[in-house]
């Protein structure tokens, strides 16, 4: 699938826990100007519904687990993120949904942007109509 990727960090850990460098450009491929977290998510709830046209993302869980499924208009995944050194890139144009979040699960976003609504595209077929355009030519 275009425009993702699992990102592995560099993980020191050891008897005194476990401690995840993240550097701008070095370990995540953009500039970071936003992060947010997202968590206390009731399990039975999901999320996203959406695709950025834009942006690029690093969403780490760093405790518990939650499953995201991707779509490129073409094809769908589900990854799911259990790990605190295991990374996902989502670039432009791809969906997401995200559920089954356990508890205590703490799902940290790193942005390449500040937040702009108008970057996203939370209409289904919309998206549909746009990824088509945006990946028909690749
Ligand atoms: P949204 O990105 O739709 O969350 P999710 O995909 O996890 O369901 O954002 C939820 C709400 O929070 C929406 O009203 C926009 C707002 N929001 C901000 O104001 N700033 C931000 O950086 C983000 C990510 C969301």
Known sequence: MYNMGNIRFKDISGKAGCLVPIESKRN???DIKRIYYIT???NEIRRGFHSHRQLHQVLLCLNGSV?????DGNEE??????NCSEGLYIGPMIWRE?????EGCVLLVMASEYYDEKDYIR???EYLKEAKQFFGTK
């Open 40 to 42: 206390q998510v009731p």
């Open 98 to 102: 995200m559920y089954d979040f356990t």
């Open 28 to 30: 995540i491929p953009f």
């Open 77 to 82: 995944l589900v990854v799911e993120l259990n």
């Open 123 to 125: 209409d289904y077929e």
């Open 67 to 71: 499953k995201i499924k991707l779509k």
